[in-house]
């Protein structure tokens, strides 16, 4: 199709829209108002995403300001909830560190009351109810206690807790070789847990290795200063070693920290060693009316089984330490308390006041091996201190009389 041919037929066109146009009446302008409302229309199918979060954070200002709601209250709570929940589950870790297992598991229940997602206090409420009785048993059984360890250990064969009850467990039944084992286990697995070290003072002291133990325990107090347990045992180890200015400096520390009436006795004792007779006295006469008002021996402060160790008879006596007495009813532990009362009495001079302490004693404990511990302390008494004429008269008639039952 040559050139020419091809402009007429576009001028053909052009005169064909022209008459299509002349026939078709024009559009009628569009309404100013509709115009902006296609124009709105276009802006919020466009921005529709913005203007919903800019309405919903309107909204929640306006809620907050208003109605005094914060809309992230809820976060806020979960989030404090989940702190305190974790403040309680360290608490019980310290707890249970202490082998203060009903106190630990009260601690873990706690946390989870508060947050029941927390996984790390299920675990330890798990471990802290190993030596724990049973609800319809009075004290804790030996084959369940065996059992809840041995599935533990299945478990969690590399817990540095788990590992620690196993060095507590093997402990109480004698076997050391083994304790010594799973405690340093549980220090390798976590050398900040003192629990391992307080066990491990406990096992040097079954061993009758009084360096051994307080090496220990003073580890666990570097760990938890505050600790009442490891402070009284130090003391302990220091009054078995007849360094007794020490031994008081730990008594009083642990006293402070959580008074306990073994503590107090112990004190009493380091302070009449020292020849301080009428503080020894004050401290005694004050522990027997705090446990007066005690109605059970499972009270706070008399809590627990007493173990009394006999006292050296000469400056190398490694083995009469080894002899001991245990005191489990609120009588013995009354009994030994007007004991060292009433040496307390006769080696400051008034035997008067002893004698109403010794009657007393021996009306709540006079069996054998109490006799023989009473017989053991007034011989200690009277070789390491230069006492009165009458203190050494009253105290030599009533050895005499114990030896002669």
């Not at 300001?65 to 929940?85: G, L, M, V, W």
Request: with cysteine.
């Amino acid at each position: 199709m040559d050139r020419d041919t091809i402009i007429r037929r576009i001028a053909a066109l052009d005169e064909e829209l022209k008459s299509i146009k002349s026939v078709v009446a024009p559009a009628k302008p569009r309404s100013p108002v509709l115009t902006r409302l296609h124009g709105l229309t276009r802006f919020l199918l466009s921005y529709w995403v913005l203007l919903s979060f800019a309405v919903a954070v309107g909204t929640a200002v306006y809620v907050k300001y208003a109605f005094k709601i914060d809309y992230f209250e809820e976060y806020r709570n979960q989030s404090t909830r989940k702190r305190i929940s974790e403040l309680h589950r360290q608490l019980a870790d310290r707890l249970l560190a202490r082998a203060e297992w009903e106190a630990a598991a009260n601690g873990y229940k706690e946390a989870l009351e508060i947050n029941p997602n927390n996984v790390e206090a299920t675990s330890g409420l798990v471990k802290a109810q190993v030596f724990l009785p049973e609800p319809s048993e009075k004290f804790p059984v030996p084959e369940i206690i065996d059992a809840k360890l041995q599935y533990l250990d299945e478990q969690f064969p590399k817990d540095y807790i788990v590992l620690f009850l196993k060095g507590v467990r093997s402990s109480q039944i004698g076997d050391y070789e083994a304790a010594q084992k799973s405690l340093e286990q549980s220090i390798d697995a976590n050398p900040l847990f003192p629990g391992a070290y307080l066990a491990l003072g406990y096992m040097e002291l079954g061993r009758f290795d009084l360096e051994g133990a307080i090496k220990n325990y003073r580890k666990a107090l570097d760990l938890d200063p505050q600790n009442p347990t490891a402070l009284n045992s130090v003391g302990y180890m220091y009054l078995l070693s007849t360094q007794y200015e020490e031994a008081v400096k730990y008594f009083l520390r642990s006293e402070r920290t959580s008074p306990q009436m073994l503590t107090a006795v112990d004190l009493g004792f380091a302070f009449r060693c020292e020849g301080e007779f009428d503080q020894a006295a004050n401290i005694h006469e004050e522990t027997l009316k705090d446990a007066e008002r005690l109605k059970t021996d499972y009270e706070r402060f008399m809590w627990g089984e007493w173990t009394c160790n006999f006292m050296p008879l000469a400056t190398n006596d490694a083995q009469t330490i080894k002899l001991n007495i245990r005191a489990y009813t609120r009588e013995q532990k009354l009994a030994l308390t007007h004991f060292e009362l009433a040496l307390d009495y006769a080696a400051g001079g008034r035997t008067s006041s002893a004698d109403t302490e010794w009657v007393e004693m021996l009306r709540l404990e006079d069996g054998p091996a109490y006799r023989a511990f009473y017989v053991n302390r007034i011989a200690f008494l009277q070789r390491i201190l230069k006492l009165s004429d009458q203190a050494n008269a009253w105290l030599t008639e009533r050895r005499a009389k114990l030896l002669s039952r």
